[in-house]
C-alpha cells in the first residue's frame, strides 16, 4: 500500500539514475515480534511496504523465506506500477549483525549462528545484501535524509523498549571494532556491580529504557503504566521515578559528549511519543552537566527508524564511497555564543 515518511518534507535526493528510468530498493526489517518490507525511491521515499509476523520461535529459515517471497511480491509491484526493477536489497536486525553471525539478540533465537547477509544474498537469487545493526541503521537514515545531516560529529539515540546509540563521523556510522558501537545500555551508571554485564546486565538500559522503566512503575504504583505515561505523570512517586531516569540518562548523554564532543544529538524510539516533556528535560541536564552542551533534536523518523535505515543502506550501496561521504559532509558548524562555565583546564 502507498505510505508516506513520518515527515512530508521532501527527503533529499541522494542518487542520480541514468537516463529516465526510476531507481527502486527494498529494505528488510527484521524484528522480533514483526518484520516489515518497504520498497522505495531514490530519494529513500516509502512507495510500498509489507508487514509479517516475525514468529521468531520457529528460527531463522522460515522468516528469511517469508521474507524473500515478500520482497518479491514488491519487486513485482515495482516491475508492474513504476516500469523499473529493483536494483538493490538491504536488511537490518537487533543485536551485534556480524558477518556470520547476530550476537546479543535473546529476541531471535537460532540467529546466532546465521551469516544474515549471504542467507539473503541465497534466498533473493542477487549477487549481494547489505546487512547492519537495526539502530545504527536508523542513525544512516538521520544522517543522510534527517536531524543528523548537517552535523558532524552527530549522535543518534534510540530510545524504545531498550536504549542504543550510534556515532556519525565524516559522513558514516562508527560500527566498532565487534561491529558494537553505541551499545550504551551496557554503561554502569553506578549503583551497579562492575561485572553486572558479565553476569548478563545491561545497566543503564535497566534504569532508562521502556522495559525497566514501566516495570518499576508498575511495582511502585500497583498498576501497569507504560514509560510515556511515566514520562507524564503527576503523581508525585511517579514524577520522583521518572525524574531520576532522565537525570541518570541525562548524565551519561553528557559523559558521550565530553568525550565525542557531538555538535548534535538526535533522539528517536517509542519514548519520544513524550518528546514535549523529555527534550526539554533532558537538555537541562546535558547542559548543566558539559562544558560545550550539544543541540538536542527530535529524530526525523521516530517511527520505523530501522526500516527507514535499511531503506538508506540499500541505496548507498548503489553509490561509489567517497559519493556517500560527500553527499553527507556537514555544513560547518556555527562557534559557541560563549565560553564554557567550567575552566578549561578542567576539561582538558
Given at each position: 500500500?502507498p ?39 531514490a ?9 509479517l ?24 509491484e ?43 544474498a ?23 535524509h ?13 530510545l ?43 545497566p ?5 529504557a521502556g ?73 537541562r ?28 543502506l ?35
Amino acid at each position: 500500500m502507498p505510505v508516506t515518511p513520518d515527515d512530508p518534507t521532501p527527503l533529499p535526493h541522494l542518487y542520480e539514475p541514468p537516463g529516465d528510468t526510476p531507481v527502486l530498493v527494498i529494505g528488510i526489517d527484521f524484528g522480533g515480534t514483526k518484520t516489515e518490507l518497504a520498497l522505495a525511491d531514490a530519494d529513500g521515499s516509502l512507495l510500498a511496504r509489507e508487514r509479517l509476523d516475525t514468529l521468531a520461535e520457529r528460527g531463522p529459515d522460515q522468516t528469511l523465506a517469508r521474507a524473500a517471497e515478500a520482497a518479491r511480491r514488491l519487486a513485482r509491484e515495482a516491475r508492474e506500477r513504476f516500469g523499473a526493477p529493483v536494483l538493490a536489497h538491504a536488511a537490518v536486525a537487533p543485536g551485534i549483525v556480524q558477518s556470520d553471525r547476530i550476537l546479543l539478540t535473546p529476541n531471535l533465537p537460532g540467529w546466532e549462528e546465521l551469516a544474515l547477509s549471504a542467507r539473503l544474498a541465497q534466498e533473493l537469487a542477487v549477487a549481494q545484501v547489505p546487512v547492519a545493526n537495526d539502530v545504527r541503521a536508523g542513525a544512516l537514515a538521520e544522517l543522510r535524509h534527517g536531524a543528523l545531516r548537517d552535523a558532524d560529529p552527530g549522535l543518534y539515540v534510540s530510545l524504545g523498549t531498550g536504549i542504543a546509540a550510534a556515532l556519525t563521523i565524516g559522513g558514516r556510522v562508527l560500527a566498532g571494532a565487534h561491529q558494537a558501537a553505541g551499545e550504551i545500555g551496557y554503561i554502569n551508571p553506578g549503583g551497579a556491580p562492575f561485572d553486572a554485564v558479565a553476569s548478563g546486565r545491561a545497566p543503564l538500559e535497566e534504569l532508562v529504557a521502556g522495559k525497566g522503566l514501566g516495570e518499576r512503575a508498575e511495582e511502585l504504583l500497583g498498576r501497569p503504566v507504560t514509560a510515556t505515561e511515566l514520562l507524564r505523570s503527576t503523581d508525585p512517586a511517579a514524577r520522583d521515578l521518572a525524574d531520576h531516569a532522565v537525570t541518570v540518562l541525562g548524565v551519561a548523554l553528557a559523559n558521550l559528549c565530553a568525550f565525542a564532543d557531538p555538535a548534535r544529538i538526535v533522539l528517536g524510539g517509542g519514548l519520544m511519543a513524550a518528546a514535549d516533556v523529555l527534550l526539554p528535560a533532558l537538555e537541562r541536564v546535558v547542559v548543566a552537566a558539559t562544558p560545550f552542551p550539544p543541540e538536542l533534536r527530535a529524530a526525523r523518523f521516530r517511527r520505523d527508524a530501522s526500516l527507514h535505515g535499511a531503506v538508506t543502506l540499500a541505496l548507498d550501496s548503489l553509490r561509489p564511497r567517497e559519493e556517500r561521504q560527500e553527499n553527507a559532509r556537514p555544513r560547518p558548524a556555527a562557534p559557541p555564543s560563549a565560553p564554557p562555565t567550567a575552566p578549561l583546564g578542567a576539561v582538558r
